[in-house]
């Protein structure tokens, strides 16, 4: 309990603390009160009677002071007074004299502090062994002393000082006072008690007995204070001094301490001020200038804290204030808003299309969407028209990412991604030519101009990752080579009898070949497992003349490289589909693989006939031009010359080391600057990646280069160059004259296109009389090298009188190359058609409109960006999966599709009309497909005498017994995703409860041992199917393993599974599930769940085999590589 400034002194008495004195913080425990003086309850009188209620915490009643100390420190039990002998008691019968203070408690305490410790200003009356001595009281305090008989009297000292003349001092005034105190020792003590707060002594002069004549009396002021200052002497020698000691303690100022309640003295007071016109002494003045620094700083921050908290308060005021204000604003927005589209229901279609009639027709569409969406209530039952559905496929098309936040924070009325891709479900994603897509072309050709709708066919590969998938909409198994439908009845009877007048017109076609063949080889049986997944996507894109858009025309799935056979059809029939759909094609671009150089033989393409007779044109102006990509002639010709590392002309050797002393030359300048500082020891020894790098090649054969070479050949001739290149002419030249063939084969603005007549026909004609004459030095040189070789031959042969024959005439039909046969072929293939298509487009008859044509619409760049796209947008793996490249195919041709041209008058919603309106031959192959899934799954349901479900094991050891084919079913997972198809299959029970019941067990404690499984994996939410449902899927997952292990794994893999059942149900019917009136329908729907499931697992369960072996093979390979 916490006591008062005042009490505190009273209390240090009551409590013995071996002198520590109280604090401000400290306590004292209720078990020292006794518990009269303790108030635990506030007593309160309501209508007369009183009530008690219990105080949180405890009071003292006034004066209580602590009286119980059951548990005394060591050093606060008082010693016990020892009782003498009765011989060793004093006789005498002088009276003794005991105090009783007749005050009030605190002068009660004061005086017992008094008797009990004489050197700390208490007035000490009694001896503890010998009594003592009375004294003589002042009057102020004679009616407080009671005098007893009963004090000893004092034994005389034992030899006479002055001291025993200390009594006859004058006392300064009449509060002074004088007593004998004996203890260990006589002491003389003078008390000077004082009126102003109250009867107290505060001044003390104590003299001990004299053992020599001199004495060190002690001073203690205000009953703590020792004072050993200046003001009085520290030793007294005679009476006189002592008179004097008095006289300067009684004009001794006390100290006035603090002035502070909390802190009225310093620690270090010695309770004396220096002279009379100070108040305080030196260390209650620091002390008080302290508290007053502390005082001032804590009012500081209290009003630091009360200024924050005013501006807290008012900031809180203010913040209300704003959020009623803003309340009270939205409130009224709301009611302008609700205002505002009460305004847009009663407004009229023919004031609001009048009020947007200024507006583009986008922004006129989003404007009518959000009229539309004022009188709905939610999203649901929104109609959209079909521009406005254009535009937002469109913008899913672009960014799915902002579609859906446009969506999601309500920026404008658009549709929701389900039906964006049920538009876009129509043009469904497959492999092969479609009949919507060149519908849609054929739409959107008729508001193009002829020169827009005139181009090349570009054709390329691309490597994909072999794996299956299960296709939920055809149902079959997907992943394998697939080329399309495999004719073109899709397309009409005029497009077939095109195809058919096409392959007879080429050399060694026959016109009875149709693409029934292709398909036959298509759909050949498959052999062993992977053996026919498709590894390589093969695109066909058209690619105009003039106007920025491409449009990618079909994609198909093969083993490897499609062969010349293949490929030859597959440009036959885009050329004759893009030129029914009004489109012209006037070129086939490709690279330089081997399958496509076959396939310009089989349109009769060679180095002396570099263009083949149009299919669809019979006028003999019009051919079909065929292009090699030129950026990778370009690589085959720097590829050529690593591998060569000397080529042999008329003008000099065109050698690799050319190329190596320019880097050489370079490199010794570390710091400063180079001659070819893009030219790298990459650019002329390329690895198997750097070979595939364009750029690389176009900075080999850059003039820059052959500036290098010439520069460091005029320092040799200074004495500073190298000598690798004193023969470094020719390689120069080569250089400069590649380059400026380079910009001719690749010119994209309408300024550096190639015009006839113009600088660039001359670089053109002077590169192919370039090759002409080196091919033919390289040919004679050939010649006259074999012919010497030949003779040498025939005269060694003579020798020996042996029959030979000379093969001179074979030797000059031989040929040398100058890069390799490919490239050479290419080169000149592609430079002549350039120029022959160059004069068919510019020529006045006939006049196409043609001025110029940018060569770089004769490359694959467009197509090769298509494929870096498509990398990108299958996640990290560098080679996408056969399902994922057809789907993203499927949205990228869908948006070149409907984005009309710019200027056209057609719209996109014209062309998505024509989009959604077309019915696929997918979709009705499909649908042919799903009907006989139907049907086969009713046959297999009638099929057999069916049993009562508690015959069920009857059925099984029937099929046992009939069927040989053993394979152990893992019980465990069977019953596990049982319990999952319960689940899923809940739905379409129809609202019966017989057929809820049917699906799982009624109580789970008549679970068996195989429903082990889902014991250990639920959490309380698994389903325990029931036994009938068990056994059912059971009996489909018998004839699955069936099938398995009978067939590989092919497109048709599901309707080989129903084969099974077929032949199963016809002996032993299949169980069913369910009430007698639905059981047939519920158990078809189970089947399906089932069967398709089951498809997905085997499909997985073939991509993770095939990683396997692939990561076996390779390792394989590598430790052959090793050894």
């Known amino acids: 309990m916490g006591i008062d400034d005042i009490s505190r002194s009273e209390w240090e008495v009551l409590i013995r603390r071996d002198g520590k004195p109280f604090t401000r913080s400290e306590r004292v425990c209720s078990i020292h009160f006794n518990e009269s003086n303790i108030i635990k309850f506030d007593e309160f009188v309501i209508n007369g009677e009183v009530k008690r209620l219990p105080r949180e915490h405890f009071k003292l009643k006034p004066g209580a002071k602590p009286e119980i100390f059951p548990d005394y420190p060591p050093y606060y039990k008082p010693k016990p007074k020892k009782r003498k002998s009765p011989k060793k008691r004093s006789s005498s019968t002088t009276p003794a004299i005991q105090v009783r203070a007749e005050g009030n408690d605190r002068e009660e305490a004061i005086l017992e502090r008094e008797i009990e410790n004489p050197l700390e200003n208490v007035l000490v009356l009694v001896d503890e062994e010998t009594g003592i001595q009375p004294v003589n009281i002042p009057p102020i305090v004679a009616g407080e002393i009671e005098i007893k008989p009963n004090i000893p009297a004092i034994p005389p000292a034992p030899e006479a000082t002055w001291f025993d003349e200390i009594d006859t001092l004058i006392l300064p005034n009449g509060n002074w006072t004088k007593c004998d105190v004996i203890r260990k020792e006589k002491k003389k003590v003078f008390v000077h008690i004082s009126e102003e707060n109250g009867i107290q002594i505060d001044k003390t002069v104590v003299f001990p007995a004299l053992m020599n004549q001199n004495c060190e009396p002690k001073i203690v002021l205000r009953g703590t204070c020792c004072y050993e200052g200046d003001l009085v002497k520290k030793t007294v020698y005679n009476l006189k001094e002592a008179q004097d000691l008095l006289e300067a303690v009684h004009k001794i100022k006390l100290c006035g301490g603090t002035g502070i309640l909390e802190n009225p003295y310093s620690k270090n007071c010695d309770g004396a001020a220096k002279s009379l016109k100070m108040i305080r002494c030196d260390p209650c003045h620091k002390e008080r200038k302290k508290l007053r620094r502390m005082e001032k700083k804590e009012e500081m921050i209290k009003e630091k804290l009360e200024q924050k908290r005013k501006q807290k308060n008012n900031s809180i005021r203010n913040l209300k204030t704003s959020k009623y204000k803003l309340q009270e604003k939205i409130k009224r927005y709301r009611k302008k808003i609700a205002d505002a589209m009460e305004a847009c229901r009663k407004t009229k279609k023919e004031v609001l299309d009048k009020a947007i009639k200024s507006l583009p027709e986008a922004q006129q569409e989003a404007v009518r969407s959000i009229f539309d969406a004022s009188h709905r209530k939610g999203p649901r039952g929104r109609r959209y028209t079909i521009e406005w559905v254009y535009e937002c496929m469109l913008m899913r098309i672009k960014s799915p990412v902002l579609y859906a936040h446009i969506r999601k924070h309500k920026i404008l009325v658009i549709p929701s991604e389900t039906t964006i891709k049920r538009y876009l479900k129509n043009y469904t994603g497959t492999y092969g030519f479609q009949a919507s897509l060149f519908e849609m072309l054929s739409q959107k050709g008729k508001e193009m101009s002829p020169q827009k709708k005139r181009g090349v066919i570009l054709i390329d590969e691309m490597k994909l990752t072999a794996g299956t998938y299960f296709d939920l909409e055809a149902l079959k198994v997907g992943g394998f080579v697939d080329f399309g439908a495999g004719d073109l009845s899709a397309f009409g009877d005029e497009k077939v009898e095109a195809y058919e007048a096409a392959v007879g017109q080429l050399p060694g076609g026959d016109p009875q070949e149709t693409a029934e063949r292709r398909q036959q080889r298509n759909s050949m049986k498959k052999g062993t497992r992977g053996e026919h997944l498709g590894d390589h996507a093969l695109v066909v894109m058209f690619q105009p003349f003039q106007g920025a858009w491409v449009q990618n025309l079909a994609c198909f799935l093969t083993k490897g490289a499609a062969s010349e056979d293949e490929l030859t059809k597959i440009v036959l029939e885009a050329i004759i589909l893009l030129e029914n759909s009004g489109f012209l094609v006037d070129g086939v671009v490709t690279d330089g693989a081997t399958w496509n150089r076959s396939m310009w033989t089989r349109f009769g393409v060679s180095e002396s006939n570099p263009s083949s007779v149009h299919p669809c044109d019979s006028n003999p102006d019009r051919r079909l031009f065929f292009f090699s990509d030129y950026p990778h002639l370009l690589k085959c010709m720097r590829n050529c010359l690593a591998s060569k590392k000397i080529i042999h002309t008329q003008e000099g050797d065109v050698k690799l080391d050319h190329w190596d002393a320019v880097v050489e030359a370079d490199e010794l300048r570390l710091y400063g600057n180079r001659e070819a500082p893009r030219l790298t020891k990459e650019h002329i020894h390329p690895d198997a990646w750097s070979k595939m790098r364009c750029n690389l090649a176009w900075q080999f054969w850059s003039t820059s280069t052959a500036a290098a070479m010439e520069c460091y050949r005029y320092q040799m001739e200074d004495g500073t160059g190298t000598s690798k290149l004193a023969d470094s002419e020719a390689s120069s030249k080569l250089c400069r004259l590649v380059d400026r063939l380079s910009d001719c084969m690749n010119s994209r603005t309408p300024v550096a296109a190639l015009r006839p007549n113009s600088e660039m026909i001359k670089t053109i004609d002077e590169f192919l009389n370039w090759m002409k004459e080196t091919q033919d030095y390289l040919t004679n040189k050939m010649h006259e090298a074999k012919l010497k070789a030949e003779k040498a031959r025939v005269a060694f042969l003579a020798k020996r009188n042996k029959r030979f024959r000379c093969a001179q005439s074979n030797i000059l039909k031989e040929r040398d190359w100058v890069f390799s046969e490919s490239t050479d072929v290419g080169l000149k293939v592609t430079l002549e058609n350039t120029k022959s298509l160059l004069q068919y487009l510019c020529s006045d008859k006939p006049n196409l409109g043609y001025k ?16 870096g796209l498509m990398r990108q947008s299958c996640g990290g793996n560098t080679h996408p999966e056969a399902r994922m490249f057809v789907q993203l195919f499927r949205l990228l041709s869908v948006y070149s599709l409907v984005k009309p041209l710019k200027g056209s008058n057609i719209t996109g919603g014209d062309m998505l009309k024509t989009l959604m309106s077309l019915d696929d031959l997918r979709n009705m192959t499909n649908n042919e497909r799903k009907k006989e899934f139907d049907k086969r799954l009713d046959e297999i349901i009638d099929g057999g005498d069916h049993y009562e479900p508690g015959h069920i094991e009857d059925v099984v050891a029937r099929l046992e017994d009939h069927d040989y084919f053993k394979e152990s079913i893992d019980e465990f997972a069977l019953v596990y995703v049982s319990g999952f198809a319960a689940r899923r299959s809940a739905r379409f029970t129809e609202g019966c409860s017989d057929c809820e019941e049917a699906l799982t067990l009624k109580e789970k404690d008549s679970a068996t041992d195989e429903h082990l499984l889902i014991k250990l994996k639920t959490r309380g939410y698994l389903l325990f199917p029931s036994n009938e449902l068990v056994n059912t899927l059971r009996y489909i997952e018998h004839q699955i393993l069936k099938a398995c292990y009978e067939n590989d794994l092919e497109e048709n ?42 498809m997905h697992f085997a499909c997985r ?23």
Not at 1071 to 1093: A, D, N, S, W
Not at 1107 to 1123: G, M
Request: charged residues 30%; positive net charge; aromatic residues 12%.
């Open 852 to 867: 110029y044509l940018m060569t770089s619409r004769l490359n694959q760049d467009a197509l090769e960006r298509f494929f």
């Open 1053 to 1094: 893999f599901l309707f080989l599974v129903l084969d099974n059942l077929e032949k199963s149900s016809a002996k032993v019917a299949m169980p069913l599930v369910g009430c007698p009136l639905h059981r047939e329908q519920l158990t078809k729907y189970i089947m399906k769940f089932y069967l398709v499931l089951r």
């Open 1101 to 1123: 369960r073939w991509n993770e085999r095939t990683k396997e072996l692939k990561k076996k093979q390779r390792r394989h390979r590598k430790e052959a590589h090793l050894t």
